[in-house]
């Protein structure tokens, strides 16, 4: 499935820009921005390939497809869960941490400075996948049984605020008061959350991947119960990662998606209210998740399970401490990406 979903997406983003490439013959982002802003782009592409009046769509929704996957935008997340359960946590953790990057950035770096025309002309279905990509795997989450199924959703809602920043930066915002502030806010929260993200998701699924180890491969919701009370190590620095993805002030989780609503509420408020209620269900799942695993009674089963070791320890702590860096002091981060954000806000404004 996953390498399905993922040559079916990579052939559609290459024969966009294979034709892309025929049209213009460039490959550099900037001169295919700067052909965009004036349309053409879109004329080359019709002179070349024909069809006028429809073919920039169809290359873009060519290259929308590729990264679609990779994010993954519902309805093309199927892959996801799945290929995160079943795989080794280590790949779960490249995966995570790299890969669904890799959309988003794709999204980021080529489709808005490339297609904004293309991007405004089904810019409320676009906010409405990204709305159902936040609200629904949110719902997903819930309902799992298996944690790493749970934290491949919450990634899955996560990156679905991403999007929600990015569409809603491409809009053209009459009325709004100071929108190119309120889109640079947009986005230097989604470059935010997409480094937060691969910082929490990957920490979470290394203490999957510890529990596993100790419990002879067990990690489903209903398998444990109080242990709390025996791996009080594990239990809060797990407990800091899961806080963290949920959005607790003072963590890095926090930062992102502050940035992503204060952006999007001037410019998409209809979306920013739906999207709230993934906000609501995220908190639900994981404040569940704690209560069931380390709350509770405790399962005897589980009276001698060992806590994190010196080694184990120290593996985590620098991501730990880097949570609560960012959720302190996030313009460590955006220090550096603010000038380019600006820059971006400027391009899509025409």
Known sequence: QFFIYTMVG???????????????????????????????????????????????????????????????????????????????????????????????????????????????????????????????????????????????????????????????????????????????????GALLQMFNHGLTASALFLFVALLERRTGGLRGLDDFGGIRKVVPVFTGLMGIALFSSLGLPGLNGFAGEFLIFKGVFPLAPWAAAISTIGLLVTAIFLLTLIQRVFCGPLNERWAQLPDLTTAERFLVLPSIALMFVLGIWPQLVLGFTDATVMKLVQQLNF
């Open 10 to 188: 990579s052939v559609a983003l290459l024969l966009s820009f294979l034709a892309i490439r025929l049209a213009t013959g460039s490959f550099d982002f900037i001169e295919l921005a700067k052909m965009a802003k004036t349309d053409e782009l879109t004329a080359k592409l019709g002179d070349v390939l024909g069809w006028k009046s429809h073919i920039g769509m169809i290359v873009f929704f060519g290259a929308f497809l590729g990264f679609a996957v990779k994010v993954p935008v519902i309805p093309f997340h199927t892959w996801l869960p799945a290929a995160y359960a079943e795989a080794p946590s280590p790949v779960t953790m490249l995966l995570t941490g790299v890969m669904s990057k890799m959309g988003v950035y794709g999204f980021l770096r080529i489709l808005l400075p490339i297609f904004p025309d293309q991007i405004r002309q089904v810019l409320t279905p676009l906010l409405w996948l990204a709305v159902a990509t936040i609200v629904l795997s949110a719902c997903a989450a819930f309902a799992q049984r298996d944690l790493k199924r749970i934290i491949a959703y919450s990634s899955i809602n996560h990156l679905g605020y991403c999007l929600l920043a990015l569409f809603a930066a491409t809009s053209v915002a009459t009325g709004v008061n100071n929108s190119d502030l309120q889109k640079a806010a947009a986005l230097d």
